[in-house]
Structures are given as C-alpha cells and as structure tokens.
C-alpha cells in the first residue's frame, strides 16, 4: 500500500526555519514506521536525518512524534497510525537536525538524581541479596529506556524546562526504592526541591507517552509522599 | 556526589515549603469541599428548606454571611447571623484564599522565566492575598454585622 508521510524537517546549515518535507512511500501494514523513514533514507533522500539503534523498542533511540503523539518509531506499525503519517522531533528539546534532539539536557537532569547504587557498606562475598518482594517494590520503574518520550510530553516541562522531568523521577525511584541503596533522603532532598517533584501536576501524558507502559504518575506520587513522610518502604 | 553543608541546608529548606504546601493543597480542597457542603446542609435543616432560592443557597454554602440570605424569604437570626457562622465564614474563605492564591503562585513559577519579575508578581500575590484577608475580616466581622 502506498505511505504518504509528512516530516518536519530543518537543517540548520541550510534553513532558516523547520519546514514540512512529503514523501510516497510503499509499505506493508505490518511494516514499522521507522522501516518507512528507513526507505525514505536509503531510496529516497540520503539527506534525512534520524536516529536509530536496536530497533527493537529496547535502546530507546527513536522517540519521535508520530501522529501528534509520542511514540518510538520502531514499536509502533504503519497499520496503528494509518496512510497519512506525520513525523516530527520530540519537543521541548533543542533540534540539532531533521528528527534528531539534542538529549543533553535530558541526560544533565538525569545524572542530578544520582542515578547509582549509594551504599557505603563493603560488598558481600557473592553479590548483595535481595528478597523477591524488596525486588517486585521498584520493578515497574527499571523498565525505563531513557527514550525521553514522557519528559517531552509533559506540558510542565515544555512551560519550564527547569523541571527535572518526569523520566528522571522515574529512575530516582528505582533507586529510592530499593533496599539495597542508602541515598534515598539525598535523591528525595534533590527532588524536594521546587524544580523537583512539585511540578508535576498529574496531568497523565507521560503514562500515555510511555513505549514501555511504566505507570509513572503513579511512581511520582510515591516519591511525593515519600518527601511528606520521610518513609521509603 | 556533592553534598557540602550549605547547600543540602539550602535544599532542605526549599524543599520544606514546596512540601508543606503541596500538602496543604491536599488537604485544603478536601476542607473547601466539607465547609462548604456542611454549610449548604445545615442551612437547608434550620430553615433554609423551601425558603432560600438556588442562588442563596450557593452564596451562602461558598460564604457563608448573613446577608448572603437576606435577599430571601427566610429569618435571619438567630440562626444564621452568630458567632459560630462568622468564624465559619473566616475559615472558608481563608482556606479559599491560601489555596487559590498558592495555586497562581504554583502557575506564575511555572510561566515566568525571568527571576526578578517572578519575584516581583509572587510579592504582588502576596499584597493581594493580604488584601483579600481584610477585606474578609472587614466583610464578616463588620459590614454583615452592622
């Protein structure tokens, strides 16, 4: 079946401005969206610029507005998003060129909530134990991949990029919430912090924006009352 | 990891506002809702019933002073003009205020980018907000007593 496929482009050597970029392309229903923008390079247009990498929803490279929402190119099929597919990079982030953003100010706000094991006590012997229901208490949030889909979808962030975010609170969960890790009242101090949790305004587009379908409102409103009651378990 | 005195001394602070602010957001909408709905209740059990018009009715449940029910056809004291009703009218109208005026401060942190302007409008929400606290001790503890 014939694609047709709109792109918001920008090359900064050249353009002045983003403008919208068409291409026909034939696809199979099953096909993913990245295969599209794939032919588009290959057959098409060398020029286009994205970026990939597993291409199996797990390196969390291609995070893209597809249809109006965040979704990874590689997970989401030309038959879930139908003939017309609009393309466009991830906002709120500097563009660099075509689809692709500058994740530095993403990754600045992750590596601030301490993102490592903290404990002081020597290592045991083997490894550090941990029983299966310590364990299940964070499992929801190590499914992160870092794709960046919900801190760009999040209305807060865009109105005010000082916000950590919520993909950074994602992962300073998994840290505060494991038994293993003693820096929890550091990270909840960090996130205490009027650029901290408090911008969060439960509005819900990070749930929806989520490749790996993590409950993240959920997770900050853990953190939120973790900050009230000092309690971590 | 960087954690000198002075500034986790600093975080905390900040970060104990914002927190006991959040909380009181809480807690706050939660009360708004049972002032109010207690004050539409027992109006409605002391007389009110079939003698205050739906507007009365909503003007009183949100402030609750006497002359809100004057206009209708229903006595006005004992019941709804005492002691108990202006201090309930008070707490109302206070959580009302911290509430809606922490909330613009909450949207003015989240739009305005330029410190010293968002310094200036917090103190001007401020001004107002102790305005409006006056204003509400005047209304209720004066005026509708007059």
């Keep these: 079946m014939k694609v047709k496929i709109k792109i918001r482009r920008f090359n900064p050597e050249k353009d002045r401005k983003p403008y919208w970029a068409e291409y026909t392309v034939d696809a199979e229903p099953a096909d993913r969206v990245l295969d599209v923008l794939v032919q588009i390079k290959g057959y098409q247009d060398g020029s286009l610029t994205f970026r990939r990498s597993c291409a199996h929803g797990i390196c969390g490279s291609d995070a893209l507005v597809i249809n109006g929402r965040n979704r ?9 998003v139908g003939k017309d597919i609009v393309v466009e990079p991830l906002r709120g982030l500097p563009v660099i060129k075509d689809l692709t953003v500058d994740m530095e100010p993403f990754f600045r706000k992750y590596r601030s909530i301490l993102p490592f094991l903290i404990n002081d006590e020597p290592p045991p012997h083997i490894e550090r134990l941990q029983t299966i229901e310590a364990r299940a208490r964070f499992d929801e949030t190590t499914k992160c991949i870092l794709c ?51 911008r969060c305004r439960t509005i819900y587009n990070c749930v929806e924006a989520c490749p790996r379908e993590i409950d993240i409102t959920r997770a900050i409103g853990e953190v939120k009352k973790a900050i009230l009651t000092g309690d971590v378990d | 990891m960087r954690t000198d005195a002075t500034s986790a001394r600093r975080v905390q602070n900040a970060g104990k506002f914002e927190v006991t602010m959040w909380f009181f957001m809480r807690i706050s909408g939660v009360l708004l809702l049972l002032l109010g ?5 027992y ?35 004992p019941n709804f003009s005492n002691p108990f009703w202006n201090a309930y009218a008070f707490l ?20 305005v980018r330029n410190p010293l302007l968002l310094q200036w409008l917090q103190a001007f929400l401020l001004v107002l907000w102790i305005f409006m606290l006056v204003a509400a001790i005047y209304v209720i503890f004066v005026f509708s007593n007059q």
Excluded at chain 1, 72 to 79: E, H, I, M
Excluded at chain 2, 37 to 41: D, E, Q, Y
Excluded at chain 2, 96 to 108: D, Q
Aim: a negative charge; charged letters at 15%.
């Design chain 2, 37 to 41: 709905a207690f004050g539409l209740v």
């Design chain 1, 148 to 198: 960046a889909a919900c801190t760009t979808s999040c209305p807060s962030f865009w109105a005010n990029d000082s916000y950590v975010g919520p993909a950074a609170i994602v992962q300073a969960h998994r840290f505060i919430f494991d038994d293993r890790d003693q820096g929890a009242q550091v990270r909840l101090a960090l996130l205490a912090e009027s650029d901290g949790v408090w």
């Design chain 2, 43 to 77: 109006a409605n059990l002391v007389g009110g019933y079939g003698n205050l018009d739906a507007g009365a009715q909503m003007r009183w449940s949100f402030f609750p002073i006497s002359f809100h029910v004057q206009s209708s056809d229903v006595e006005v004291a």
């Design chain 1, 72 to 80: 990874l190119a590689c997970k989401v099929l030309v038959r879930d």
């Design chain 2, 92 to 111: 109302l109208i206070g959580f009302a205020a911290a509430h809606a005026f922490n909330g613009l401060r909450s949207i003015l942190r989240d739009y």
